[in-house]
T-cell receptor
Framework: GNSVTQMEGPVTLSEEAFLTINCTYT??????LFWYVQYPGEGLQLLLK?????DKGSNKGFEATYRKETTSFHLEKGSVQVSDSAVYFC???????????FGKGMKLTVNP | GAVVSQHPSRVICKSGTSVKIECRSLDFQATTMFWYRQFPKKSLMLMAT?????????EQGVEKDKFLINHASLTLSTLTVTSAHPEDSSFYICSANGAGPSYEQYFGPGTRLTVT
């Protein structure tokens, strides 16, 4: 079935630093790809998605491009804020079902 | 749109008792909901897929008699942890499938269960 592999961290950055969280996928065809974010003590929120190859998803200053050549969907933000401190999950549909397969999550801490 | 709620947000119960957690889709209908368990510093573990009007589908290793799931309507799924023990203490999160082919899921805020 489909799968994703992502950086696990944890990562600590200073405010206004550049952020990249790597995610690579293995899939049959070109399924949608997702980034979810989990703030402390909360459930997951959809951060952004891309539904086909070469699409770019963006939200709240975060971006990720669906690259079929490198089978990647890396998450980037040019200038992180303290409020971006959270756990970030890359996800992909399992294939043949409505289930999602999640990466292991990466905890980001941004210090002022 | 696409809001999912969970109740309660936190619950403490004594060992041997049962606890029910509700998951509701507030502004859309969800034929499929999912229940996850999350351990500290760990990713999500899918427990089961809840299907409206039919039996839930459990993942391998999840005890169906211990974690009872009922999806009685298109907006409500419940998870009952029966005869809870301290090892059942965890963060339980539900999600519901949105409309459309992209398979994105909308998550509830989670329920922190502590069994004493």
């Amino acid at each position: 079935g489909n799968s994703v592999t992502q950086m696990e961290g944890p990562v600590t950055l200073s405010e206004e630093a550049f952020l990249t969280i790597n995610c690579t996928y293995t899939a049959t065809g070109y399924p949608s790809l997702f980034w979810y974010v989990q703030y402390p003590g909360e459930g997951l929120q959809l951060l952004l998605k891309a539904t086909k190859a070469d699409d770019k998803g963006s939200n709240k200053g975060f971006e990720a491009t669906y690259r079929k050549e490198t089978t990647s969907f890396h998450l980037e933000k040019g200038s992180v804020q303290v409020s971006d401190s959270a756990v970030y999950f890359c996800a992909i549909p399992q294939g043949g079902s409505e289930k999602l397969v999640f990466g292991k999550g990466m905890k980001l801490t941004v210090n002022p | 749109g696409a809001v999912v709620s969970q109740h309660p947000s936190r619950v403490i119960c004594k060992s041997g008792t049962s606890v029910k957690i509700e998951c509701r889709s507030l502004d859309f209908q969800a034929t499929t909901m999912f229940w996850y368990r999350q351990f500290p510093k760990k990713s999500l573990m899918l427990m089961a897929t809840s299907n409206e009007g039919s039996k839930a589908t459990y993942e391998q290793g999840v005890e169906k008699d211990k974690f009872l799931i009922n999806h009685a309507s298109l907006t409500l799924s419940t998870l009952t942890v029966t005869s809870a023990h301290p090892e059942d203490s965890s963060f339980y999160i539900c999600s519901a499938n949105g409309a459309g082919p992209s398979y994105e899921q909308y998550f509830g805020p989670g329920t922190r269960l502590t069994v004493t």
